[in-house]
T-cell receptor, first 110, second 113 residues
């Protein structure tokens, strides 16, 4: 079983749609959770950290379910500029050792 | 402000040659990370340093790979000898504090023929 699993997509959605990505992780000792965004042929960039209580940043909402070892990202009112690959990231064996999921591709079309 | 700087941005070499990738972290960041990204394996952590000291190199694939950080503003990842299966994008990242956001450089796209 992979340490961090994501649906690879692609998710093809129209502008204005709401889309949700899911991620599961295998190490119950993980303490830090993040969503990174990676544009085509670019470097990954932090989108948001994920907190136990859930957190929201504008159109983006992240949720964590420790019991199920499950992380989600909800994007509301999708924009063309949201088209990218979204990487679920979990720490393992120390706060600095990050394990990246394979990513979920999102394509937003007019 | 300058972000993480990597050089070269592209490298094409022949099997058996030595390859050296370079990274300058963001000033003031105490942690430096080397990652490799391929379609098959995704993004993998190779090694990371704290205050110029290697902390975890368990991701380094084999003895052909080595990394150094002689000072706080410079790190190298060396592959000797290179093989076609080393073809990938190599990212360097840095962070200020333990567990904080990692800022990635633009990557070096390596092709080994």
């Amino acid at each position: 079983r992979k340490e961090v699993e994501q649906d690879p997509g692609p998710f093809n959605v129209p502008e204005g749609a709401t889309v949700a990505f899911n991620c599961t992780y295998s190490n119950s000792a993980s303490q830090s959770f993040f969503w990174y965004r990676q544009d085509c042929r670019k470097e990954p960039k932090l989108l948001m950290s994920v907190y136990s209580s859930g957190n929201e940043d504008g159109r983006f909402t992240a949720q964590l379910n420790r019991a199920s070892q499950y992380i989600s990202l909800l994007i509301r009112d999708s924009k063309l500029s949201d088209s990218a690959t979204y990487l679920c990231v979990v720490n393992q064996g120390g706060y600095n050792k990050l394990i990246f999921g394979a990513g979920t591709r999102l394509a937003v079309h007019p | 402000d300058a972000g993480v700087i990597q050089s070269p941005r592209h490298e094409v070499t022949e099997m058996g040659q030595e390859v050296t990738l370079r990274c300058k972290p963001i000033s003031g960041h105490d942690y430096l990370f080397w990652y490799r990204q391929t379609m098959m394996r995704g993004l993998e952590l190779l090694i990371y340093f704290n205050n110029n000291v290697p902390i975890d190199d368990s991701g380094m694939p084999e003895d052909r790979f080595s990394a150094k950080m002689p000072n706080a503003s410079f790190s190298t990842l060396k592959i000797q000898p290179s093989e076609p299966r080393d073809s990938a994008v190599y990212f360097c990242a840095s962070s200020f504090l333990q567990g904080h956001e990692q800022f990635f450089g633009p990557g070096t796209r390596l092709t080994v023929l």
